[in-house]
């Protein structure tokens, strides 16, 4: 019994921080992994740190769809882990006919489309520093004598 309680006191110490590291699922490219580490702990994911909610220690990070390297997590000071990339086969869809101009455009639509996405920004820019209420939505209401109502 003593050499039981000896052997999985070793265990814990030999797998020391990291095996406060969790994650939700495998690694593979183009895959969003939440994963959980002690709320105080920091986390590096590829050498840059990634934000580590305080109340329940979950972190999220994402891994791009051609990544073939290993993806190297650190928790606080302890040793990174390197884990393998699962590559993933994706559906390939594909839309046959469209107008070579559609697919690669000219120099005229890319100046038109410049200019439409300047405006939309601005749009949006102004809407956004409006500072009525109920989200930016003015009403006007019609005002009419006591009489009047209903014509």
Known sequence: M?????AVLA?????????A???DGPIEQGALRVGTVAPSATVTVDGKEVRVDPASGRFVFGIDRDR???VRITVSDSEAVELPV???TYDIERIDGLLPRKVTPNALDMERIRRE?????????ARAHRST??????RRWRTCSPGSAGR
Do not use: S
């Open 2 to 6: 003593r050499y039981a309680f000896f």
């Open 11 to 19: 265990f814990l110490f030999a797998a020391g921080p990291a095996a």
């Open 21 to 23: 590291l969790e994650l």
């Open 68 to 70: 073939t390297e290993p």
């Open 86 to 88: 699962a590559a993933r």
């Open 117 to 125: 996405g300047a405006q939309i920004n601005a749009a949006r820019a």
């Open 133 to 138: 209420p109920r989200g930016g939505v003015t």
